[in-house]
């Protein structure tokens, strides 16, 4: 496949259907060369065909798809020495190579002489021009005249200076303008203080409806909470009062039963079952008898 694209002829070709890549041919009369600059992106370096001769410079990459095509002679006809053996240099896609120049340099162009010409006579015109010497006159009359006409201009000048100036704005008009400000000035602030005014008085109507609330339900749960406890005691009052008339309503059934003498002869002193029990119990000589306990 190599042979087959090296075999490419560019004379069958027509260079003027192929783009010319952007490039730069340069003098560089320090190094005594000619720089060349080609920009070849994204084409491999053996489809790139370099040729340079002593007169011209052939680059082409027929080759390659992207297909560009440079032929020109080097600035100012200038002849180099360059041939089969010329290295080139292909970096980040930017072709580099240089060309010893083996004819005379040329000449600076006339044009920069030119321009500096020019930048001459400009310094020259910036310059301020010199004062013409005046040639001494012979006749008095006429040094007399010219006197009376410079005293006349001189006056007319001095009138024309001393016009005062058409003043576009006034003293009236700047005080308008500055009572305009400030009127406008004040007007925002007011409103900006109304604006901040009424946030606060929002804020304190908030805070006192919340208040309210709070109080409000601080009260009913109080209230809810002495309810619960009136019925509760209501309750065990009634509870009580009805034990009470349990207990009567059985004493006025039952009669009351005297206490029954003992194997020995004492009485029972205890009460009945249902009577509720005491701290201490007292003795009366009427149902105790006391009898005497011989000796064994």
Same mark, same amino acid.
């Given at each position: 496949?190599?042979?087959?694209? #090296?075999?490419?002829? /560019?004379?069958?070709?027509?260079?003027?259907?192929?783009?010319?890549?952007?490039?730069?041919?340069?003098?560089?009369?320090?190094?005594?060369?000619?720089?060349?600059?080609?920009?070849?992106?994204?084409?491999?370096?053996?489809?790139? *065909? $370099?040729?340079?001769?002593?007169?011209?410079?052939?680059?082409?990459?027929?080759?390659?798809?992207?297909?560009?095509?440079?032929?020109? %002679?080097?600035?100012?006809?200038?002849?180099? =020495?360059?041939?089969?053996? *010329?290295?080139?240099?292909?970096?980040?896609?930017?072709?580099?190579? =240089? $060309?010893?120049?083996?004819?005379?340099?040329?000449? /600076?162009?006339?044009?920069?002489? &030119? /321009?500096?010409?020019?930048?001459? &006579?400009?310094?020259?015109?910036?310059?301020?021009?010199?004062?013409?010497? &005046?040639?001494?006159?012979?006749?008095?009359?006429?040094?007399?005249?010219?006197?009376?006409? +410079?005293? !006349?201009?001189?006056?007319?000048?001095?009138?024309?200076?001393? %016009?005062?100036?058409?003043? $576009?704005?006034?003293?009236?008009?700047?005080?308008?303008?500055?009572?305009? /400000?400030?009127? #406008?000035?004040?007007? +925002?602030?007011?409103?900006?203080?109304?604006?901040?005014?009424?946030?606060? !008085?929002?804020?304190?109507?908030?805070?006192?409806?919340?208040?309210?609330?709070?109080?409000?339900?601080?009260?009913?749960?109080? @209230? @809810?909470?002495?309810?619960?406890?009136?019925?509760?005691?209501?309750?065990?009052?009634?509870? %009580?009062?009805?034990?009470? !008339?349990?207990?009567?309503? @059985?004493?006025?059934?039952?009669?009351?039963?005297?206490?029954?003498?003992?194997?020995?002869?004492? %009485?029972?002193?205890?009460?009945?079952?249902?009577?509720?029990? &005491?701290?201490?119990?007292? $003795? =009366?000589?009427?149902?105790?008898?006391?009898?005497?306990?011989?000796?064994?």
């Amino acid at each position: 496949r190599r042979k087959k694209l #090296a075999n490419v002829s /560019v004379e069958d070709m027509d260079p003027s259907s192929y783009e010319t890549p952007p490039y730069s041919l340069k003098i560089n009369r320090v190094t005594k060369t000619v720089d060349l600059r080609c920009t070849l992106h994204k084409i491999p370096p053996l489809l790139i *065909t $370099f040729e340079p001769t002593p007169d011209h410079l052939l680059l082409h990459t027929l080759r390659y798809s992207k297909k560009y095509y440079v032929k020109t %002679k080097y600035p100012n006809g200038v002849k180099v =020495s360059a041939g089969e053996d *010329t290295e080139a240099e292909l970096e980040n896609g930017i072709l580099r190579a =240089s $060309f010893p120049i083996t004819s005379e340099l040329p000449e /600076v162009a006339p044009e920069a002489t &030119k /321009v500096l010409g020019k930048r001459k &006579k400009q310094k020259q015109q910036n310059s301020p021009p010199a004062k013409k010497q &005046k040639k001494p006159e012979l006749k008095k009359d006429k040094a007399k005249e010219k006197t009376q006409l +410079n005293a !006349d201009s001189e006056d007319d000048s001095d009138q024309e200076t001393a %016009k005062p100036k058409k003043q $576009f704005v006034t003293k009236q008009s700047a005080l308008d303008l500055i009572d305009t /400000v400030t009127e #406008a000035v004040e007007d +925002n602030i007011n409103k900006k203080l109304a604006k901040e005014q009424a946030k606060m !008085d929002w804020q304190a109507e908030r805070k006192s409806v919340r208040e309210k609330r709070k109080k409000q339900k601080e009260n009913k749960k109080k @209230e @809810e909470i002495d309810s619960i406890i009136q019925s509760l005691n209501q309750q065990k009052k009634q509870k %009580k009062k009805a034990k009470r !008339d349990l207990e009567t309503s @059985e004493d006025a059934d039952e009669p009351a039963e005297l206490p029954v003498p003992n194997e020995l002869g004492l %009485k029972s002193i205890l009460r009945n079952k249902n009577t509720p029990s &005491k701290g201490h119990i007292s $003795f =009366s000589p009427q149902l105790v008898q006391i009898k005497a306990i011989p000796r064994v």
